[in-house]
């Protein structure tokens, strides 16, 4: 660690930073400055650039202008690796992790200790210990292979390494956004000692919360332009978004829509069961929003996963709308009427390279080939309602924003006409104004009779949105919760912590 | 960043549709071979007028219909993401079978056909099911059904072909019409063209896009509701029963010899991959698989037209298609991040 | 694969020193680079064509048996008991060697069941060189092989693997295409290379006005065997008015014969073909029938398609021949080694063209085998014929 | 990647985490006894000397084509032009050698430099062009093909006694050219193992923006992969030339770029690149030796050998790609139809005072 800053030495300053892909200007002239030993968070809307900083700042991509200086000298990084010489490292928004390799072999990627000119493992593994015990990471073992560790397991993996660089500054794209409530906390006490260490850390994240925990300062941007940079304690978060979004969100979560009431139930599991889950009693009525809440690796997906086909239930039933329901495959959930938001939008949820329209209907060319034409007439009606954002119907879906493509896998399911529909994380990594637009959705869709499951990891959306909370623990059901619960009893619940209270 | 609003997209003109039609030629990643079709074509014709002779042509797309059909088939396999290497050897083996069943006889030739069809089917089935089911890459599948084809045929057959072809089984790929200004329409032109239409319209069927979608995202495509292993095999089927046709025309246009189809395979892929189908699936259109392969055929009888000696001529071929594929990669290339990483940091010395 | 099946000449076994125990003994650099190519050699070119005029010895009715200007040699020293007979093989990938190799196994299974022969083992190389030395290595290491025939996939590349097989005391017997020693016991082949391609292309001589024009199609290059083919037809075609249109490589590929045919009907006339091989020859023909052009003076083989083509649309033709027949004699010659017999050092076949004048006797001869068959496969007086050549 | 070591799980998925490479081993094994077993049924030895000397000497050309291959499956990339290398260099190390002892060094150079060059070539245009490594290796591959048929007409070159050496003597029951082949296979290992580079190979195979985000310069490693292929490739071509006593443009009609990569795949390295290795390639190459030996004591048709040599590949990649499934499905909470369900294996876990927090192994 080279040498002891004192909190108000600035470190970083950059200075109208300009960029453009294809033509199109993402970043308009954006200043920034990261003190030592601040937390700095950056926010704005999907697309609003910040990745796109970050990525400057790390030498991934080169700006088309502007100037960054780094303890007062001007620098240009060509190349990652020469952002993490000069003490610049980065924890993608992306995984980067090979899976195949250890822990250590990771950690230390591209730039192994050798001795006599060959890899010294041995050197390696002892290292990313002690920087593992740093860190209290303990129960994490530099030998693991990536691919065992869970996906906050993983998480952790990313930030060892973006400090094994010996980093002064760090910054941190949405770090949180695959964490449950649970190991944000431990990303918490990480970034509390990086800070006593006088690194100063540039902080991504959707989650005002964490913004409001974790920084010192904030940076809002807006359509790739700077907005303000204000002392957190300065502003509220009604100001912030309003700054982010440009306009006031008057309630974050929206009103039941007239009309709406739970009906019949729609989707029931009595005593689901296989390798991950056990003994799930779940009912979902039409016109209800249930949430799914829980740690990370609590099951939820998997419940999503074993009804919609792609697991098993191997005990218990399933019934829709009173018919029994057992889907061996995602086709067959479909056709009885079931639709599922996946919580991994790129990987499971969008076939990247193909087209808006393509990806909207492609639920309906797969499961109903003889009607596709005829429903995919929806399709075009339900994008705008949606308010998608594009360049038009045939624009490849990679070139949208996390927000858009989010947008497309929702037209995807609704052009099925679903009678209950399963929403993973329907709101991971998307802005607050894409949040709205599916907060106000669900309603639409509940006014409408359907009935929701929605899993979600971020309570204040539990709280904010469910009817019902089911909260699952180590595969089993925990306990469940009317709305107006707080996040004490729901965290209490997931945690297994004060189990009295509650009733199973 | 302009952006609009999504609007409901208006029901397409015929202007738009042509317009569409023009875009795909000439941009995305068939823009080069379109081009180089053409720069081929007018170099032929430059050399040897003649050429530009209605028979000329005729007689040329009798004897290119095989591989584009070939084309074609592999095209639906690298769409949906995968490979086949077992089309040179299917065509080998088709052809021999046809011989040694037929022998010569003209009451067999339907029958005979009706069986090879069967085979196909029966090959593409194994080499789809092997991938699919059993998750063997089916780089390695169809390189074993590949040696399996070539011994078990020899092995039938004690190393060479045997029996004869009836005249009728020859017509396809020999015969045509007789007609005036071209002398003869070929029946391959016409099976040719029927082959490329359905391929288009299946394409553009929710089979087609469910294919392409499965190449591009398998998960994805399961997650749709995709059956990711019938849409796969049901390629790998195409891929073996247009491997059949173009057995059927090659056996028909030169009769059994036992070189047949040999590399077949590897000509097939290099010009799906011309015609810009990236390997690894997800993108591709087949009219410019199908023009990738004209594009070879022409290239050789360019080489022949020119006189180059023969041996040259594979080096001049890998360097056009090494170059066609770099120019097309270069073109298709937008910006993504890793583009703009320089592959020449500062030395990393720890 | 390759794909060819002749024997190469080039090896002028004078021109090789013994081979000691040396297994790796000096590979000999042919000193046949000439002005006129790699692959002619003048003296070898000469001697074959006056080979053919050479009445050979021994009885017309069994050719196999016959040799041409033979120089015997005792070969007492491998007279044994012992009866195991190993043949490596460079391949059965075409039909010529199919054909070859079901009268090998046929009369073997005559002398089998004379007693002559005990086991007879084989290996197939598949027609990889490095296999094929391998192959010939785990026969020597056996050391149970009281012979060893060998059938080399390429005359230079298998020199050395030979020569250990001979080092090992074993009778040594090569045929169809040499090695560069002359280690072996007997080196049986057919007159050669230079002979058939000079057959065909004296043919297209004599039988076409000066200022015809002729195609050469050949199969592969860089096989010697077939560059001396070629060389010979150049060698010829040189001094004769004839206007050679191009040389082109077919791969034997039936498709690419009629493509490169057609191509060249439509910039021109095509007067004559010569053929390297002449499996591909009726695709050649079709290529003129279904361009509307007229027949052009043929170079074939005596594959029977051929034949029949020729029969059939009674063009001006002629079938050099490679004698498929060879494939008997080794055997013979193995068990003559055995009792002690004299063979002669270098075992030249006859190879004598089929023409106009005794195309339909072979056909007649031959009219119940399959197409891909050779004529001169001499194999009418083996108990399993015909039906072992039929349904192979 | 053997070495990898589940640090939790029971006892059952520990050993369902045995390497890929030890399953390679397992399986020649396999093939080793039942080989021996049907030579027994037929009165013979496939452990004898002559028969191990068999085996050993028909891996050496494969085993070295093969261990470059191994380096850009790794990365993710493929070299289909490796036949044609060899061919060139064959016929480069007998025309510069020319019977004459003093040059063997000199054409050991030559052939070492051509190869890496036209490995540098494959490298750039699948790195720097863009191309992907199957055209693109097909490409050079008859770029080669040409000069090769418009330069040599047949067999050229002579090489001397004292070099044909490395391609009949032995030591022992081993051939020399397998000793080579081993050591260099030895080398291979400790080069994916050592060395920076090495490991590299393995990031760029796994995920090539990981890698390059790490601050690889993934264009060099993957060059690299492809000259070091090729020089593999160029040492085979040596090989051949001391076994042939000249150089021979045909070695390109074998089939050693399918038959390599056949082998690699069989050996458990990934085509698709980010796990595997050179000792399971050097068993997968074994594994296609014994064959050709065993169905060469038992004289199987060599048509029929192409219909097995078929069959077993497929079979052996199935059975790699069954485990991987299984391993997948390795987390298991409750087992089978129990009801009330197992107890959870205790996952690492934060030190916190939180119980429970499963972020239990996946
Ligand atoms: N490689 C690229 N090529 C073209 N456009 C790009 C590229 N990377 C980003 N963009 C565009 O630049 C804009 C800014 O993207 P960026 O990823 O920086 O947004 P972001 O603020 O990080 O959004 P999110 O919150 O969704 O992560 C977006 O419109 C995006 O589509
Ligand atoms: N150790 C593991 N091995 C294999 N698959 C796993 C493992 N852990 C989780 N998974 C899979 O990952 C997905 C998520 O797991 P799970 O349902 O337990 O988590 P969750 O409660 O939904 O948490 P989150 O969605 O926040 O990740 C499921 O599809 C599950 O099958
Ligand atoms: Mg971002
Ligand atoms: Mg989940």
């Known amino acids: ?504 | 960043m302009t952006v609009t609003t999504q609007q409901p997209t208006p029901q397409r003109s015929a202007g738009s549709r042509a317009g569409d039609l023009l875009a795909r030629v000439f941009g995305g990643g068939s823009a080069t071979v379109f081009a180089l079709l053409i720069v081929v074509f007018a170099a032929i014709f430059i050399v040897n007028p003649s050429f530009a002779e209605p028979p000329s042509l005729m007689a040329f797309l009798k004897q290119a219909a095989p591989l584009m059909i070939l084309a074609i088939g592999q095209y639906f396999v690298i769409v949906s993401g995968e490979f086949d290497l077992s089309v040179g050897s299917l065509v080998g083996a088709q052809v021999v079978i046809a011989a040694a069943l037929i022998d010569g006889e003209e009451g067999r030739t339907v029958p005979v056909i009706l069986l090879m069809l069967g085979f196909g089917i029966l090959v593409g089935l194994i080499n789809g099911l092997i991938t699919t089911l059993l998750k063997v890459q089916s780089f390695i599948t169809t390189l074993g059904m590949m040696l399996v084809l070539y011994g078990a045929i020899r092995l039938w057959t004690g190393g060479a072909p045997t029996g004869a072809l009836s005249e009728a089984f020859r017509q396809p790929g020999r015969g045509g019409i007789d007609m005036s200004v071209v002398r003869q329409l070929p029946w391959a032109l016409m099976i040719l063209v029927g082959i490329v239409i359905i391929a288009v319209a299946v394409m553009r069927s929710s089979y087609g896009r469910t294919l392409i979608a499965t190449g591009d995202n398998e998960r994805a495509a399961g997650f749709s509701g995709v059956r990711v292993w019938r849409v796969r095999t049901l390629a790998f089927v195409i891929s073996s029963v247009l491997a059949t046709l173009a057995a059927i025309l090659i056996g028909g246009y030169a009769g059994v010899t036992a070189q047949v189809g040999q590399g077949l395979e590897f000509t097939a892929i290099t010009a799906v991959v011309l015609g810009g189908a990236a390997l690894g699936g997800g993108r591709g259109w087949v009219v410019a698989a199908m023009a990738g392969a004209l594009t070879l055929e022409a290239l050789f009888v360019l080489f022949n037209q020119l006189s180059m000696p023969s041996t040259i001529r594979p080096a001049v071929q890998g360097v056009i298609i090494i170059a066609a594929v770099a120019y097309a990669a270069r073109e298709r290339a937008r910006p993504r991040h890793h583009q703009e990483v320089p592959s020449q940091p500062q030395p990393n010395e720890a | 694969a390759c794909t060819t099946d002749e024997p190469s000449d080039t090896a002028a076994p004078e021109e090789t020193e013994a081979a000691g125990e040396d297994p790796g003994a000096e590979g000999e650099e042919p000193e046949d680079e000439t002005a006129d190519g790699e692959f002619f050699v003048r003296a070898d070119y000469d001697r074959q064509l006056a080979q053919r005029d050479i009445a050979p010895e021994g009885d017309p009715a069994t050719p196999w048996l016959q040799a041409i200007e033979p120089e015997y040699v005792d070969t007492a020293q491998y007279a044994q008991d012992g009866n195991t007979l190993c043949f490596s093989n460079a391949s059965v990938s075409n039909p010529w060697r199919v054909t070859g190799w079901i009268t090998m196994q046929q009369q073997v299974e005559v002398l089998q069941q004379q007693g002559l022969i005990g086991e007879f083992r084989v290996s197939d190389a598949a027609d990889d060189d490095n296999k094929q030395i391998s192959d010939i290595q785990a026969f020597i290491d056996a050391g149970d092989c009281n012979a060893i025939i060998i059938s080399p996939s390429t005359t230079a590349t298998l020199t050395p693997a030979v020569e250990a097989a001979c080092a090992s005391g074993v009778p040594v017997i090569v045929f169809d295409r040499g090695v560069n020693s002359d280690c072996m016991a007997t080196f049986i082949h057919p007159i050669g290379g230079y002979a058939y391609g000079a057959d065909g292309a004296e043919f297209l001589v004599e039988n076409l006005e000066p200022g015809s024009k002729v195609l050469a199609l050949r199969i592969l290059p860089g096989v010697d065997v077939l560059e001396n083919r070629w060389a010979a037809a150049q060698e010829i075609f040189g001094d004769s008015e004839l206007e050679i249109l191009g040389d082109e490589f077919t791969g034997g590929d039936g498709a690419e014969i009629k493509n490169i045919v057609t191509q060249y009907l439509q910039r021109g006339d095509v007067d004559g073909i010569w053929m390297d091989a002449g499996d591909g020859a009726v695709a050649a023909v079709e290529a003129f029938e279904d361009t509307g052009n007229d027949y052009p003076v043929m170079v074939g083989e005596d594959e029977l398609s051929f034949l029949r083509k020729w029969q059939e649309t009674d063009i001006t033709a002629v079938a050099p021949v490679y004698s498929n027949f060879q494939w008997r004699t080794p055997i013979l010659a193995a068990t003559m080694i055995w009792a002690g017999e004299q063979v002669p050092v270098e075992w030249v076949l006859p190879q004598d063209e089929i023409t106009e004048d005794d195309r339909d006797e072979f056909l007649d001869r031959n009219a119940d085998m399959p197409s891909l068959h050779y004529a001169k496969f001499g194999g009418e007086d083996l108990p399993g014929f015909p039906a072992a050549w039929q349904d192979r | 990647m053997s070495r990898a070591v589940a640090v939790t799980g029971t006892g059952k998925e520990a050993r369902r985490r045995l390497g890929a490479t030890e399953l390679v081993w397992l399986a020649l094994a396999g093939v080793l006894v039942i080989g021996a077993i049907l030579v027994a049924l037929d009165d013979q030895n496939l452990f004898s000397i002559a028969n191990t000397r068999d085996i050993l000497s028909r891996s050496s050309l494969l085993g070295f084509v093969a261990i470059g291959q191994t380096l850009v499956i790794l990365c993710r990339s493929l070299d289909l032009s490796v036949g044609y290398v060899m061919a060139l260099s064959s016929l480069i190390a007998a025309t510069t050698m020319n019977g004459d002892p003093a040059r063997v060094p000199l054409a050991i150079v030559a052939v070492l430099l051509v190869a890496g060059g036209i490995g540098l070539c494959n490298g750039l245009i699948v790195s720097v062009l863009k191309v992907n490594p199957f055209i693109a290796t097909l490409g050079v591959g008859l770029i080669i093909k040409g000069y090769l048929d418009t330069e040599y007409q047949g067999p050229a070159g002579a090489v001397p006694s004292s070099f044909q050496q490395f391609g009949f003597s032995r030591i022992g029951p081993i051939p020399v050219s397998t000793l080579v082949m081993l050591i260099v296979a030895v080398a291979g290992i400790l080069f994916l193992r050592k060395t920076r580079t090495g490991y590299h190979m393995f990031a760029v195979g796994g995920s090539a923006d990981v890698a390059r985000l790490s601050g690889i310069r993934t264009g060099r490693v993957l060059v690299t992969a492809h000259v070091l292929c090729s020089i593999a490739a160029g040492i085979a071509g040596l090989l051949i030339a001391a076994r042939f006593g000249t150089g021979s443009a045909l070695v390109y009609n074998s089939g050693y770029d399918l038959e390599s990569i056949a082998a690699v795949v069989l050996g458990g390295t990934l085509l698709l690149g980010g796990r595997g290795g050179i000792a399971g390639t050097i068993a997968g190459v074994l594994i296609l030796a014994v064959l050709d030996t065993v169905f060469n004591i038992l004289a199987v048709d060599p048509f029929f050998k192409d219909v097995l040599r078929g069959t077993i590949i497929v079979a052996a990649v199935a059975i790699y790609a069954r485990r991987q499934i299984d391993r997948k499905a390795s987390r298991v909470r409750f087992g089978g139809d129990g009801g009330s369900g197992g107890s959870a294996p205790p996952g690492p876990r934060p030190d916190q005072p939180t119980p429970e927090l499963a972020g239990g192994p996946r």
Do not use: C
């Open chain 1, 1 to 504: 660690m080279t040498g002891v800053a004192s909190p108000a030495t600035t470190l970083l300053r950059m200075r109208g930073i300009e960029k453009s892909f294809l033509g199109v200007q993402v970043l308009h002239g954006v200043d920034l400055d990261l003190r030592a030993g601040e937390v700095h968070a950056l926010i704005g809307e999907n697309g609003a650039g910040k990745s796109t900083l970050m990525k400057i700042l790390a030498g991934v991509y080169q700006a088309d202008g502007g100037s960054v200086e780094l303890d007062g000298e001007q620098v240009r990084f060509e190349h990652p690796l020469l952002a993490q010489q000069a003490g610049v490292s980065t924890v993608f928004q992306e995984f980067n992790l090979l899976p195949e390799r250890t822990v250590a072999e990771n950690v230390f990627l591209g730039r192994e200790p050798r001795r006599n000119r060959l890899v010294d493992a041995g050197r390696m593994h002892a290292d990313t210990a002690a920087l593992l015990d740093d860190l209290g990471l303990t129960w994490l073992r530099p030998e693991t292979r990536v691919s065992s560790l869970s996906v906050a397991g993983q998480q952790i993996v990313e930030i060892v390494k973006a400090l094994s660089y010996d980093a002064r500054i760090i910054s941190m794209d949405e770090p949180t956004a695959a964490l449950a409530d649970e190991e944000v906390e431990l990303l918490y006490r990480l970034v509390a000692k990086l800070k006593e260490r006088g690194v100063a850390i540039l902080y991504v994240s959707h989650r005002l919360k964490e913004i409001f925990d974790l920084s010192d300062r904030v940076t809002i941007l807006k359509d790739g332009a700077l907005v303000d940079t204000v002392a957190t304690s300065d502003i509220t978060s009604d100001e912030l978004v309003r700054k982010m979004v440009g306009r006031p969100i008057a309630s974050f979560f929206p009103d039941k829509l007239p009309g709406t009431e739970a009906g019949d139930v729609r989707l029931e599991i009595r005593g689901g069961g296989n390798e991950q889950l056990d003994g799930i009693d779940l009912d979902v009525r039409g016109g209800e929003i249930v949430a799914l809440a829980g740690l990370q690796g609590s099951g939820r997906t998997e419940i999503a996963h074993a009804l919609f086909g792609v697991d098993r239930f191997t005990r218990g039933t399933v019934r829709l709308d009173g018919r029994p329901l057992t889907a061996r495959s995602p086709r067959q959930a479909v056709r009885a009427g079931l639709a599922l938001v996946t919580e991994d939008r790129k990987g499971e949820g969008l076939v990247l390279n193909q087209s808006i329209a393509a990806n909207a209907r492609l639920v309906l060319d797969a499961v109903l080939p003889r009607r596709a034409s005829q429903g995919a007439r929806r399709i075009p009606g339900i994008l705008s309602s949606l308010e998608l954002v594009s360049r038009g119907s045939s624009q490849e879906v990679r070139f949208l924003s996390g927000g858009n493509q989010q947008k497309v896998v929702l037209a995807k399911w609704l052009a099925t006409e679903p009678k209950a529909i399963v929403l993973d994380e329907p709101t991971r990594g998307i802005d607050v104004g894409a949040k709205e637009r599916v907060y106000t959705l669900m309603r639409e869709l509940s006014a409408q009779g359907v009935a929701i499951l929605m899993i979600s990891s971020e309570l204040p959306e539990v709280l904010g949105m469910a009817d019902r909370i089911v909260v699952l623990r180590d595969g089993r059901v925990a306990g469940e919760l009317p709305a107006g619960a707080d996040e004490e009893t729901v965290m209490a619940l997931a945690t297994g912590h004060e189990t009295e209270g509650t009733q199973r």
